[in-house]
């Protein structure tokens, strides 16, 4: 078995800026993600015009193991018609990230070039959407990455309150079942210090990195991981597994 995580396009990322920027591209593909995410490397562009590449100085991460649900939100839990879904509409969740207002930013960094890479990512079988479902709806949900037992959650929208948090508790729980050890949230947010995110040392996330980075987990062993959840588990629904609706 080849050693994790092999050669890199990208310079060493103990090689970048002050604030974390390590290299400028011109092109983005699912080639370059894959290697950018094995080395702890992610996209942060403003434009489809040049991709630049970073490894911040410190990384907002959240070991699975010690994810926090707060408990306005489990109340939140007991009563709502919520399920999860894994990768019935990858595309979708993108184009709601890219549309989700923000505040404090103008436009949003997913871009065409973006869209299309993920989008290439997916059906390699790398990235993976968790979306939440009201009924037929889709309401929000969360993409990311998956390195082995890192996975790097990229962007979360909602169209419905607790959606987001829905998505990305769920997300937690499934990736923890198959496995996964650590939650890459890449910087703490107001949302994701909820859950419990933390910034760790570089050098510290690249070691976890090494230590349980492989493979990426596939759709088929996120989706036993979801319905192998405790029966009254929110996120635990046979509709989990269905096919998408049609559009």
Known sequence: MPAFPGPSLFPPPTCTDADG???????????????????????????????????????????????????????????TSFHLRIDTAFATVIDGCAAQPRPGQD????????????????????????????????????????????????????????????????????????????????????TTALFGAREIPRRTFLALLHRHGGAPLTTDALRHALATLPGDSPWNATSACSSPPPN
Not at 27 to 49: C, Q, R, T, V
Not at 131 to 139: F, H, S
């Open 107 to 190: 436009g949003t960094w997913i871009t065409a070039k973006i869209r299309r890479a993920y989008c290439e990512l997916h059906d390699l079988g790398w990235a993976h959407s968790f979306e939440c479902w009201d009924g037929g709806q889709l309401v929000g949900g969360m993409y990311g990455v998956s390195v082995g037992g890192v996975f790097s959650g990229e962007s979360m929208f909602h169209l419905a309150t607790g959606a987001s948090k829905f998505a990305l508790a769920g997300a937690a729980a499934v990736l923890q079942a198959a496995g996964a050890r650590l939650l890459d949230a890449e910087m703490v947010t107001s």
């Open 21 to 79: 920027f390590l290299a400028i591209t011109f092109d983005l593909n699912a080639e370059m993600l894959m290697d950018a995410y094995s080395h702890g490397i992610f996209p942060w562009p403003e434009d489809d015009a040049i991709i630049p590449w970073c490894s911040p100085p410190r990384r907002g991460v959240i070991p699975l193991a010690e994810f926090h649900l707060p408990t306005s939100f489990r109340r939140f839990l007991r009563h």
